[in-house]
């Protein structure tokens, strides 16, 4: 009698420790992929924090302008070297834009399509008197260095915003 109480109560143990194991299991299971999820996160905020910096840099090793507006000569080189200018930022802006969020990427737009008005303007102004002067070449260099500012703080407000999260 004692050996069948034994094995009865043996029996049961091992049901409730199969319970309890299957239980556990799931807990862990759980907090397995919530840490996936969390690492997940962390990888691509690791990335988009990383490829901010990148892109800060390139921006910062930029060649500056020569602002040479007392000759027809100077104000032509004026006129590549911002078009150079604005096409790398150009370039780099399309890399930067998918890592920002909507709000960031909306402003950048909206900046973009400034220059884009005074770029137009411009090319419309040479057409027309097939020369420009400063007073028609401000306004589009005065649109792409805002447009340079925005990205530029665009991308620092990221950074920051990804440090707080």
């Given at each position: 009698m004692n050996f069948e109480l034994f094995i009865s109560t043996g029996f049961f143990a091992a049901i409730i420790a199969s319970v309890c194991s299957l239980l556990?299991?799931?807990?862990?299971?759980?907090?397995?992929?919530?840490?996936?999820?969390?690492?997940?996160n962390f990888d691509v905020q690791?990335?988009?924090?990383?490829?901010?910096?990148?892109?800060?840099e390139q921006m910062s090793r930029l060649p500056l302008?020569?602002?040479?507006?007392?000759?027809?000569?100077?104000?032509?080189?004026m006129r590549k070297e911002s078009s150079e200018r604005f096409y790398k930022i150009k370039s780099i802006s399309y890399a930067v834009a998918p890592i920002l969020d909507s709000d960031l990427q909306v402003l950048l737009k909206n900046s973009f399509e400034k220059v884009a008005e005074a770029s137009k303007a411009l090319d419309d102004e040479i057409l027309?008197?097939?020369?420009?002067g400063q007073d028609v070449l401000f306004p589009l260099v005065k649109a792409q260095d805002a447009y340079e500012r925005e990205l530029?703080?665009?991308?620092?407000?990221?950074?920051?915003?990804?440090?707080?999260?």
């Open positions: 556990i299991n799931y807990v862990n299971r759980k907090d397995t992929k919530l840490m996936e999820s969390d690492k997940k690791k990335y988009r924090y990383q490829k901010l910096h990148e892109y800060l302008m020569t602002y040479d507006i007392f000759t027809n000569e100077g104000l032509i080189n027309a008197k097939k020369e420009y530029i703080a665009a991308a620092q407000k990221q950074l920051e915003r990804l440090l707080i999260s």
